[in-house]
């Protein structure tokens, strides 16, 4: 037996109403008449039946990610508690003096932009941080505000990567908003505008709005290390990171086009230059990171993430011009061969990258009958190998739903706590 659907009983539900409706007309008069065909004519109205559908079908799919939907409720506690410092950080937050420096670091690329000027150059001592805005501060309370916030942004930092996997995108550019609006560093500000609201909205196929809010980022971490370039401290290289990150976002948008924009692979060589000895910060950067073996892990990692995108940019290019052009495929297996082969990270999502790359590469190759003759001898060991690798990492990440809603729960509880003891610590 068929079972009834939602829209089935729906359908029925029109009927009456429409039957009522009906019926309303021919026996009621005056205002009572035209406020019940009004309503009817709202009830059944497509644009109505569509947002009730999909209404039922949200549901019915939230009820088959319990787990997810509950880690999202305990993530909505945390912006919740956020915006509730807000209302009284409020009272006394300039948000005015904090909005000057990004109009004036602005005004300062344009202008440099139309006279064709190192706009790194012009930039003049930043003002209207905290520091300036702290001249605000009229009592105590303010204080534990900026304390709260503070405490909350870097805890909503440490969560980005979590409210990717629960999917919550949105929740990702609010918080990056907050972040924006309240931060008291260039760096933090910065990620707010790169990975909760550029990479976000790239993620969702929103090039343009994410380019949009990166660009913004850029601007302020130039500004920031032009203002830095003497003391050349942590702060300083810790920029140079995520500007490097910046570009590697807005170089990974390439497959997300209709259109392919070779454009955006300038932003990937950029990346890698700021990184080694081809450029000057580059070579800063790999000077200071030799005492430094925590900034030469992360300057490796990213390096070799950037290599990463470049192989897939190079794919994507073959994929969609060259595809009778397997000379290109040879490069790019070489080089995933020696990326695989040198790659000592825990970082799993790259290795899938790397793998289903290679796996792609050495079918199209077999396509054009274009394998070597150790290739095609070891074709399908080759294949599977990476397959059951690829399958070991995945069947790791499905147990991974039970410890997420434990640990964001956990984690809930926890900065409630911290945001307790802030409130409570004597002066």
């Given amino acids: ?16 109403i429409s039957l009522l409706t009906v019926l309303s007309a021919i026996f009621t008069t005056g205002q009572i ?8 004519i709202v009830i059944i109205s497509p644009k109505f039946i569509e947002y009730l559908i999909k209404k039922y079908k949200f549901r019915k799919e939230k009820s088959t990610n319990k787990i997810i939907l509950e880690s999202s409720k305990h993530i909505n506690k945390i912006y919740a508690l956020a915006k509730a410092n807000e209302k009284n950080l409020k009272k006394n937050f300039d948000l005015n003096e904090a909005k000057k420096v990004e109009k004036r670091y602005k005004k300062i690329i344009k202008d440099c932009k139309k006279n064709q000027k190192d706009y790194s150059l012009e930039i003049p001592k930043l003002v209207g941080t905290f ?4 001249k605000a501060v009229k009592n105590i309370d303010f204080a534990k505000n900026m304390e709260i916030t ?26 990056g908003k907050y972040i924006i609006k309240y931060a008291n560093t260039i760096s933090k500000k910065a990620i707010g505008y790169i990975d909760f609201i550029g990479w976000t909205e790239i993620l969702l196929g929103n090039n343009n ?14 500004a920031r290390l032009y203002e830095l370039k003497e003391t050349k401290n942590d702060e300083y290289f810790e920029l140079i990171f995520l500007k490097a990150r910046a570009l590697r976002h807005l170089g990974t948008t390439f497959y997300t ?13 950029d990346a890698k230059k700021i990184l080694n000895e081809t450029s000057p910060i580059g070579v800063e950067l790999i000077k200071y990171c030799n005492d430094k073996p925590k900034f030469e892990s992360k300057r490796q990692t990213l390096l070799n993430g950037i290599e990463n ?54 079918i199209e190759l077999k396509r054009h009958n274009c394998l070597t003759e150790s290739e095609k001898e070891t074709f399908s060991y080759d ?41 409570n610590k004597q002066n």
């Fill in 1 to 16: 037996m068929k079972k009834t659907e939602f829209k089935d009983h729906l359908e029925v539900l029109i009927k009456i």
């Fill in 33 to 40: 008449k035209y406020i019940t065909i009004g309503i009817s």
């Fill in 131 to 134: 520091e300036d805005i702290r």
């Fill in 150 to 175: 503070n405490y909350l942004i870097d805890e909503i930092m440490d969560l980005q990567r979590i409210l990717a996997q629960l999917n919550m995108y949105d929740m990702r550019k609010k918080f």
């Fill in 209 to 222: 709005e994410g380019k949009k809010a990166i660009d913004e980022a850029i601007i302020l971490i130039d």
């Fill in 257 to 269: 086009y209709k259109t392919f924009k070779e454009k955006v692979y300038t932003y990937l060589e």
């Fill in 309 to 362: 995108n470049i192989e897939l940019y190079k794919y994507e290019q073959y994929r969609r011009f060259f595809k009778n052009d397997p000379n290109r495929l040879r490069e790019i297996l070489n080089n995933l061969n020696k990326d695989i082969e040198n790659d000592k990270t825990d970082e799993n999502h790259r290795k899938l990258k790397l793998l289903s790359l290679r796996t792609q590469v050495l």
């Fill in 383 to 423: 294949i599977d190998k990476d397959l059951d690798s690829m399958a070991n990492i995945l069947n790791k990440n499905i147990y991974f739903d039970d410890a997420m809603e434990t640990f964001v729960s956990n984690r809930v509880e926890t900065i409630y706590d911290d945001v307790k003891n802030i409130m």
